[in-house]
């Protein structure tokens, strides 16, 4: 029998190679770039020898399939989860506020986490409270078509609770403004974390490099069941024995056979991937040109620690999260190094994506030095990270145009974080889609036996 083919080795492409070496499944995995791990990938900085991942990714404990997939291959152990969900945040006039959420019964936890917070007014309270009543009772008829911005001023929340817990948690979660990203996709990720559990939104975060947690165990786990890899595999389209896809051709002229396809690239990918019968119908065209939105990430090392926590939202100035690497990181370099070490992050970055390095930095430190004072400003080293296309921008309208797993060929599936999977683009949809297209694929497989 010819292997499954699967073009793409980030997660959703990954994910899907274990689900079906794991059924036993032959399977052959196409990556383009000389690594895999797709926009979720760590690397060593050969000026201090700290291990950096493309940007930091966080998680939540509510994340099930990631959780699962990482029991699978091996790596749970290496995330961090919180014992009890918690925010801590800068405020402009505030200062450093917390936002915990005590083990309590859902949704008791989280009215309670509103209750005690000093994030917000009395007033603001209420209109808290009033907004997690209106998750719990959510419909999604009534959010359709909306922006976050358009529901949160449905719910009456107010310019302070905008900025100060709405925009943080947004941006982070959708890489998007609030005045563009889709409410509904936004609820149904709140959902998970705030109602799912008493520690759905506890923070899960890496504690070895991205590579470490999920590429190269997942790499290696799908090798030992006989799936084979090939990197510098760019392939170019798909080809056709009439109804089905019969195998994909590479740049360099290389047709493969398979069995099945799974595309599991990026969106403005796929399309021009597909078997010439979809392409000329112009089947999944408008996904070329769904939005994208840039993040953009700057890594400072200092003489001294400038940051005693571990994670920081920072409200009201142009970062928006800080991560305190040398804390969070168990990785060498890390634990053993002197100094401090942080990646301050900027989602949804279209406006500061282009400057240049210099002033990146600079923006960086005026910020952090608002917080920590002067201590911010002794560096010792600077590194700017831009992922330019880092992820699909989910407003209303491109919600309507995800696709699902299946296409019109039987023998095709699309996976990725782009595709119909009800989340923001997170490694939790990616996986998700991934094993979704995998179980379609071994339904297939398993019926010709
Ligand atoms: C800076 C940054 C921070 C992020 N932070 C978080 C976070 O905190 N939490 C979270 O959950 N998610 C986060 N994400 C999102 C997460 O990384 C993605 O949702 C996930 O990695 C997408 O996986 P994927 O497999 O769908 O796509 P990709 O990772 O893009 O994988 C697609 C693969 O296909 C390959 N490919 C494309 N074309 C071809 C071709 N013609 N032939 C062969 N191969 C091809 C590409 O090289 C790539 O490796 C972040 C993303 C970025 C960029």
Same mark, same amino acid.
Request: charged share 20%; aromatic share 6%.
């Given at each position: ?13 990954? #994910?899907? @190679?274990?689900?079906? +070496?794991? $059924? =036993?499944?032959? *399977? ?7 690594? &895999? ?93 009033? #907004?997690? @009543?209106?998750?719990? +009772?959510? $419909? =999604?008829?009534? *959010? ?7 529901? &949160? ?297």
């Amino acid at each position: 029998m010819n292997p499954v083919v699967i073009v793409g080795g980030g997660l959703s492409g990954l #994910a899907a @190679a274990v689900y079906l +070496s794991s $059924r =036993r499944i032959p *399977v052959l995995l196409l990556e383009q770039r000389r690594f &895999l791990g797709g926009r979720a990938y760590s690397f060593v900085d050969e000026s201090t020898g700290t291990v950096i991942d493309n940007g930091q990714h966080v998680l939540i404990a509510g994340y099930t399939r990631t959780m699962e997939f990482l029991g699978t291959i091996g790596t749970r152990g290496r995330l961090a989860v919180q014992s009890a969900p918690e925010l801590v945040f800068h405020h402009p006039e505030r200062g450093f506020c917390s936002f915990r959420l005590p083990l309590l019964p859902s949704p008791l936890h989280l009215i309670s986490g509103i209750i005690t917070t000093d994030l917000f007014s009395a007033a603001d309270k209420l209109r808290m409270l009033r #907004a997690g @009543a209106a998750l719990r +009772s959510f $419909r =999604r008829e009534a *959010v359709g078509g909306m922006t976050i911005d358009a529901w &949160l001023d449905s719910l009456g929340q107010s310019a302070e609770t905008k900025r100060s817990f709405w925009e943080p948690l947004a941006v982070a979660v959708m890489n998007e403004r609030i005045g563009v990203a889709s409410a509904l996709v936004f609820i149904r990720a709140l959902r998970t974390a705030f109602l799912s559990g008493r520690r759905g939104a506890a923070l899960a975060v890496p504690t070895v490099g991205l590579s470490d947690l999920y590429v190269e165990p997942a790499r290696a786990l799908i090798e030992r069941l006989g799936g084979v890899i090939r990197c510098g595999a760019d392939v170019a389209g798909s080809v056709g024995d009439g109804e089905n896809v019969a195998g994909v051709r590479l740049k360099e002229g290389e047709t493969i056979p398979c069995s099945a396809l799974i595309l599991a690239v990026p969106s403005y990918r796929a399309p021009a991937l597909l078997p010439a019968v979809l392409r000329e119908t112009g089947y999944m065209a408008p996904a070329a040109s769904i939005p994208l939105s840039p993040i953009v990430s700057v890594h400072l090392w200092f003489e001294k620690e400038v940051m005693p926590q571990e994670i920081l939202g920072v409200i009201g100035r142009r970062i928006q999260w800080v991560f305190n690497r040398r804390k969070i990181s168990h990785e060498k370099g890390h634990e053993q190094g002197r100094g401090g070490h942080l990646s301050a992050v900027i989602s949804a970055a279209h406006a500061m994506v282009d400057m240049g390095n210099d002033e990146l930095i600079r923006i960086v430190l005026e910020d952090l030095e608002s917080i920590y004072g002067a201590n911010a400003g002794h560096t010792t080293r600077a590194l700017v990270i831009r992922e330019k296309r880092g992820t699909f921008s989910c407003t209303p309208e491109v919600e309507q145009i995800r696709p699902g797993c299946g296409t019109p060929v039987p023998n095709l599936f699309i996976a990725g974080d782009w595709t119909d999977t009800g989340y923001p683009a997170t490694i939790e949809g990616a996986i998700m889609s991934g094993e979704r297209s995998a179980g379609r694929v071994a339904a297939l497989v398993e019926g010709r036996k």
